[in-house]
């Protein structure tokens, strides 16, 4: 049976109702008696002793810990909560003459957001130069879009006009949330390490800072192979991997995989899914936005890489054979606020993914 928690209110009275036990004729709850406040000071102090058993139990398990008890749960477990990380990219530097920029040279944007160079470059005459930069602080505040403008705060000598490359300032990371940390540690209960296993992968490639999923396929190009797909949803437009993803993914896998392992670590193909919305009611744009909303959080949640590998009920980080299913879009519109009626006008049936694709939220048209 579950124990559940008394409130102060019931501590109290069952101080006083034992006052009255063991004191045969007195009555502990008269206004004018000091076996009143007697109880409630007791009674109050029994309380926080209950509390404190009761977070001292919760913390026994890793579902349930506190935010504190569960980096406890990691250190045992060998599994670290993963840190923030600085946005990075290039800047390009447009001079009218000859101009350098030193290595750690700042450079600021309208929000007050820094960068620092991380490598030196310096130019001639009038031209374009770029220079490698990350954010000062970490955090998804650094990631910026292309074109952006920057100013020197320091480190340049002579004049350049600066702005983001059309890459943009990408890879800033928050540290990882609590509640994404606890399923990592759940998941590595459930599947312990056993040497290569799919459950393994999944856990080498998700170690990497932005990585939320990823996917793997045993056997895809032969015996003794393996394929992973990650994902990065958050931080990269459909989730969909850079190229300085997949090879950090690969050098945290080839760090701890098996030493006869054929490892490939792939970008998905994504699938974008057009959705046509008929007869809306009401059709305010609150209503669309809320839609659309409810429509992107779905894709990210369900959303995953299709492949061949044989499915198992206990490892769904497999790429296996898999169909976005169409009630999957029709529930996330009727969840949105205030959506009273509509039809879903496309797709028209569950949407077949290829090997190696994975569904990613494309047009919403609105008829």
């Known amino acids: 049976m579950t124990w559940k928690l008394p409130t102060v209110g019931e501590c109290v009275a069952a101080v006083s109702a034992a006052f009255e ?48 008890a569960l980096l406890m749960h990691g250190v045992d477990l060998g599994i670290a909560r993963k840190g923030a990380a600085a946005a990075t990219g290039r800047v390009l530097a447009t001079t009218s003459g000859a101009a350098s920029i030193e290595i750690g040279a700042l450079m600021r944007r309208a929000d007050g957001t820094r960068f620092r160079a991380t490598r030196a470059a310096s130019i001639a005459g009038p031209g374009v130069v770029a220079v490698t930069v990350a954010a000062v602080d970490p955090g998804t505040a650094g990631n910026t879009a292309p074109g952006s403008p920057l100013v020197a705060l320091s480190g340049l000598t002579g004049e350049a006009t600066l702005a983001v490359d059309d890459a943009g300032l990408i ?22 390490p056993q040497g290569g296993t799919s459950s393994d992968y999944w856990r080498w490639a998700t ?3 932005g990585c939320t999923a990823a996917y793997v396929w045993p056997r895809k190009d032969g015996a003794g192979r393996v394929t992973v797909y990650p994902v990065f949803d958050g931080t990269r437009s459909g989730g969909l991997p850079t190229t300085g993803d997949l090879a950090e993914v690969r050098q945290a896998i080839d760090a701890v995989a098996p030493s006869g392992a054929l490892v490939s670590v792939a970008a998905f193909t994504p699938h974008p899914v057009a959705i046509s919305i008929a007869g809306l009611s009401p ?36 790429a296996t054979p898999f169909s976005f299913p169409r009630a999957w879009i029709e529930e ?21 993914l290829a090997a190696g694709e994975r569904a990613t939220l494309g047009t919403i048209g609105f008829v």
């Open 171 to 192: 890879g800033g990371e928050e540290i990882e949330a609590i509640d994404a940390y606890r399923a990592r540690l759940l998941a590595r209960l459930a599947a312990p």
């Open 332 to 352: 996330a519109i009727n969840r949105a606020a205030s959506e009273a009626r509509h039809t879903l006008a496309a797709p028209a049936a569950d949407v077949a």
């Open 283 to 318: 059709a305010t744009d609150a209503v669309k936005d809320a839609i659309r909303a409810e429509l992107a959080t779905m894709f990210v949640e369900r959303s995953r890489v299709a492949g061949e590998a044989e499915p198992h009920p206990s490892l769904p980080m497999r």
């Open 21 to 68: 036990a063991w004191f045969p004729g007195v009555d502990a709850r008269l206004a004018r008696n000091n076996l009143g406040p007697t109880a409630t000071v007791v009674g109050g102090a029994h309380w926080q002793i209950l509390a404190r058993l009761a977070e001292i139990a919760d913390d026994r398990f890793v579902h349930r810990a506190s935010p504190r």
């Open 207 to 209: 170690s990497v800072a």
